[in-house]
């Protein structure tokens, strides 16, 4: 490879690099594995890395390609490589570069032009469903349209699909079974091929089949791109790989960048495992890990690592320990609201002293894991008329206002003679859709939708600044990009997000609501892996702040309601910075269960005071004699939920509860887990396996 003059300005990139971002950087060439820590400056060191290898002559910027998971990061790092005096790197995310490639090489390897993509699977899943007569609602064809992409990225066929998702333990949503989730796949491709499109995980498999089945084709490609940069490398999946792995060929001058601490997208088909075993597959690969965390304060690097670590403080495979950078600021709170509607009315409380205070509403965030959480945040900001995003492409993009302005934009892009800047154009064209140039004084939905087209016309002004040659077919094609990525753009108001689609962002408050058991972990996760996830999903949560972080979680579900949730087992550790209150179970005495020694057996009947002959009455703690101070149809429901518990584990039903301990749950109905665990035949291990369900059996009971 012929080397390039060394540009007087290379030593001065890795001049502004900490030690290990500078070790990063300063080793341009080569199988390289960066392990980075949240707000540890990777997007830094890796554009430092790229501008280094391109002005020190190891790297011709042309032949460098940075891959990325979102148009944003990609656009971010295209910045930050031009203010570094490097141009011509190409930034993409995985389907931008492989679409690119398939327009270019189609007419070689097929012939004519490539297949139109869809922006969205939505409607040829309902036609599918149509065609084999499943009735779908909204929800379903979005949730079938989540297990299609899956099939697809884990690279299944419709023949392959039921035998894998059986061996992962999949269940196929909207009530269907493998084999009719199967006939599903099957008839939405047909859809396809009816109507001559492909959709984005299309892209990725058919530039696959083409760089294998066309050897030249892939020389091409190799010979374009001999330096490769992958971000987030911990959510690649197994499509992605293989293309990635085709790009290369036998060469190994990549570098990858990731977190296992931040690995929140299984359920996608992204793995770990690709980023954990870089170094077995490049046993000369240099790893280095930032650790630095520039983001936060000292106080909330301390919860995030205690939250990563558990109370055994054990660091998990891959990951590292944060170490602050930034001087102190306030210490997290954790606060504990009476029910639901109390939980969401103290977030906007703290979040209307805060704006008074001078804080701007675009720095202040409330997560939560699921989106159904999402509705009280709402109604309590809308209540204070306080401006919010709920974050999240498809939510987004599927706003009334947003849809009708897209719309207008996408036939004023087919006039647009360039006369008119760019900027200046979209909010022309966004008046007519219901924008006014100044913000209305009211809050609430009003405000909401001018804030939503407000944010399409500073995403302009970000299009023009990057690309002032860009015009309105550019900007809607950003759109359009944006919307099946869901990378909604910034909107000035409170940020609503679920975890997941926070990862990757930061403000300056951050409120985590919902921090109890049964919603992290999520009562769904019932296997060691899943609940090791629902742990990095907190920790991705808590890493999002800068400076103020207030977790909360709710006693009861609705006014009245017993208070039955305690807080979420992943703040056990935690109890040093938020208090005692954070233990999901009460310090433990001496020999004792959690927070109390079990009740000694009973010997005589608590009904009619006779004695106790056999394990099971001493169990019950009544004769068998006596009837029942239980509800049969609690009893029911509890061996319903154990028959199917049951089934899940693969065990005896006996194994999970024995009719005994679950007569006398029913008859007790225990409001928490200490008073379940006083309960004989609920040790510590079936306390923490399925403490939480049963109390949500209970507590459904309950509600019904």
């Known amino acids: 490879m012929t080397t390039l003059p060394v540009h007087p300005g290379a030593d001065a990139v890795l001049d502004a690099l900490d030690p290990e971002q500078r070790e990063v950087a300063a080793h341009p060439s080569g199988p390289m594995c960066v392990l980075a820590g949240a707000g540890t400056g990777k997007t830094r060191a890796i554009t430092h890395r790229i501008a280094y290898g391109v002005l020190s002559g190891v790297h011709q910027p042309q032949r460098v390609l940075a891959v990325t998971f979102t148009a944003r990061a990609a656009g971010e790092m295209r910045t930050r490589l031009r203010d570094l005096g490097v141009g011509g790197v190409q930034a993409r995310t995985f389907h931008a570069a492989a679409l690119r490639q398939l327009h270019y090489f189609w007419p070689q390897a097929v012939g004519g032009a490539a297949p139109e993509v869809m922006p969205h699977k939505a409607s040829a899943v309902a036609e599918a469903g149509s065609r084999l007569r499943i009735r779908l609602d909204g929800p379903g064809v979005r949730d079938l349209a989540s297990e299609i992409e ?83 490398y911990q959510d ?81 495979s891959g990951s590292v320990e944060l170490r602050a950078q930034r001087g102190d600021g306030p210490e997290p709170e954790l606060v504990v609201a009476d029910h639901d509607p109390d939980e969401a009315a103290r977030a906007a409380n703290r979040i209307e002293a805060l704006i008074a205070e001078g804080h701007p509403a675009s720095e202040i965030a409330v997560l939560f894991r699921t989106n159904g959480q999402s509705e009280g945040v709402e109604s309590a900001l809308a209540e204070r008329g306080i401006p919010y ?108 997000a679920s975890f997941h689609a926070a990862k990757g962002l930061e403000w300056d408050t951050v409120l985590l609501v919902g921090c109890s058991d049964g919603l992290l972990p999520i009562t769904m996760a019932d296997t060691p892996e899943a609940i090791e996830e629902e742990r990095r999903l907190l920790y991705v949560g808590v890493t999002r702040a800068r400076e103020r972080l207030v977790l909360s979680y709710a006693a009861a579900r609705t006014p009245g309601a017993k208070a039955t949730r305690r807080p979420s087992r992943f703040l056990d550790g935690t109890a040093d910075v938020l208090g005692q209150g954070a233990r999901s179970q009460p310090r433990r005495r001496r020999g004792g269960a959690a927070g109390a020694a079990k009740e000694p057996a009973r010997t005589t009947c608590r009904v009619c005071g006779g004695p106790l002959a056999t394990a099971k009455e001493r169990t019950i703690g ?83």
């Open 150 to 232: 899956w099939a697809k990225v884990s690279m299944l066929t419709a023949d392959s699909y039921a035998h894998a998702a059986a061996r992962a333990r999949r269940e196929p949503p909207a009530g269907l079974d493998p084999t009719a989730m199967a006939r599903l796949i099957s008839a939405y491709e047909d859809v396809k091929a009816d109507r001559g499109v492909i959709d984005f995980e299309d892209v990725l498999l058919l530039t696959v089949g083409i760089l294998r089945e066309h050897e030249q084709i892939a020389r091409a490609v190799r010979g374009q791109y001999r330096h490769f940069v992958v971000d987030e």
């Open 622 to 704: 009544r004769c068998t004699a006596c009837p029942p101070t239980m509800d049969e149809r609690l009893f029911e429901a509890l061996r319903t939920w154990r028959l199917e518990t049951a089934r899940e584990a693969d065990v005896p039903a006996f194994v999970v509860f024995t009719d005994a301990t679950l007569t006398a749950i029913a008859e007790r109905v225990p409001g928490d887990t200490r008073e379940l665990s006083r309960i004989p035949g609920v040790g510590p291990a079936k306390l923490e396996r399925w403490g939480d369900a049963v109390l949500a059996v209970l507590q459904e009971f309950s509600d019904a």
């Open 389 to 496: 995003l709920v974050r999240g492409g498809e939510r987004f993009f599927s706003r009334r206002e947003v849809r009708d302005a897209v719309v207008l934009l996408r036939g004023a892009a087919r006039s647009d003679d360039g006369s008119v800047p760019l900027p200046d154009l979209v909010r022309d064209v966004l008046l007519g859709a219901g924008w006014s140039r100044q913000a209305p004084t009211s809050g609430g939905a009003a405000r909401e939708r001018w804030e939503s087209l407000n944010a399409l016309a500073a995403l302009a002004d970000d299009l023009h600044a990057l690309d002032d040659a860009a015009r309105l077919p550019a900007f809607v094609a950003e759109l359009d990009q944006r919307a099946a990525e869901q990378n909604a753009p910034t909107v000035q108001g409170v940020t609503l």
């Open 236 to 316: 690649v999946n197994r499509l992605q790989q293989a293309l990635l792995d085709l790009w290369l060929g036998d060469r190994d001058d990549l570098c990858v960048v990731g977190d296992p601490a931040q690995t929140i997208y299984s359920f996608t088909g992204a793995s770990p495992e690709h980023l954990l075993g870089f170094r077995s597959r490049y046993p000369q690969a240099r790893v280095v890990e930032l650790v630095r965390n520039y983001r936060s304060t000292p106080q909330v690097v301390r919860l995030a690592n205690l939250v990563l670590s558990g109370p055994g403080g054990a660091r998990r």
